[in-house]
C-alpha cells in the first residue's frame, strides 16, 4: 500500500476525526480509496504482530523467568554488548591506523630516488 501524500495526510485525518490512535488507525486500514486508486492491503499485513518496544529491565526479567518460549522471542532483539562494542571499536582503530600508514608509504616515495642510502653503513 503506497499512498500519495495527500491521502496519507487524510488517513491521518480519519483517524484523529474518529478519535483513534493514528498509528493503530494506519496499522488496522485495510483498504482505502485514494486519489489514484483503491489502495488494499491483505488482513494479514494488516494484523501482522511485531516485537513490543521495551526496555532493558523488562527484556532481563522475561528472560530470568525461565520461560523457554520467551526467551527465545527476546534472543534476536538483545542489544549489542559492551564487549562486543569494544572489540568492533578497537577494530575499526586499527583499520584507520593501517589504513593511514599505508597512504604514508605511498606518498612517500623518497626510498625509489637514487641517492637514498642502501641501509649498510661503513
Request: hydrophobic letters at 45%; proline letters at 3%.
Amino acid at each position: 500500500m503506497m499512498p500519495y501524500a495527500y491521502d496519507s495526510l487524510n488517513m491521518i485525518v480519519q483517524a484523529f476525526e474518529r478519535g483513534q490512535n493514528p498509528a493503530v488507525y494506519l496499522r488496522n486500514l485495510t483498504t482505502y480509496e485514494g486519489t489514484a486508486d483503491t489502495l488494499t492491503k491483505s488482513q494479514a499485513a494488516a494484523t501482522s504482530s511485531r516485537l513490543p518496544r521495551v526496555g532493558r529491565q523488562e527484556r532481563q526479567a522475561v528472560i530470568a523467568q525461565g520461560n523457554a518460549a520467551e526467551r527465545d522471542k527476546w534472543r534476536g532483539a538483545q542489544a549489542m554488548s559492551r564487549t562486543t562494542f569494544v572489540r568492533i571499536v578497537i577494530a575499526a582503530f586499527i583499520i584507520l591506523v593501517l589504513a593511514a600508514a599505508s597512504v604514508i608509504v605511498v606518498r612517500n616515495d623518497a626510498a625509489s630516488q637514487a641517492d637514498a642510502p642502501s641501509g649498510f653503513v661503513h
